[in-house]
Nanobody
């Protein structure tokens, strides 16, 4: 059974940093594009950042220059380094990938940016 397990969320003050991790129990991790999504209360889930199997990354405009996505294929883990956090970044963050027309999701990790 495929599992995605996120960690690293928490409460941080505006301007602070957090690093999220997502460990994947799949043998095809190195071959798939991994994405970080977030969902704030009352809002739709949105793509924050994605990284291809070859390491090419793309970001939502709202996080460009502040967030960095990376991956370690040897550890089956994808990361999201979040700097200069803002209250608008408050959300549940999920990692995900698609394989054979099926989407796989983790359980999410809460990020709260507040003073």
């Amino acid at each position: 059974q495929v599992q995605l397990v996120e960690s690293g969320g928490g409460l941080v003050q505006p301007g602070g940093s957090l690093r999220l991790s997502c460990a994947a129990s799949t043998s095809i991790f190195s071959m798939v594009t991994m994405g970080w999504y977030r969902q704030a209360p009352g809002k739709q889930r949105e793509l924050v950042a994605a990284i291809t199997s070859t390491g090419r990354a793309n970001y939502a405009d709202s996080v460009k220059g502040r967030f960095t996505i990376s991956r370690d294929n040897a550890k089956n883990t994808v990361y999201l380094q979040m700097n200069s956090l803002k209250p608008d970044d408050t959300a549940v963050y999920y990692c995900s990938y698609r394989a054979l027309a099926r989407d796989y999701w983790g359980q999410g990790t809460q990020v709260t940016v507040s003073s």
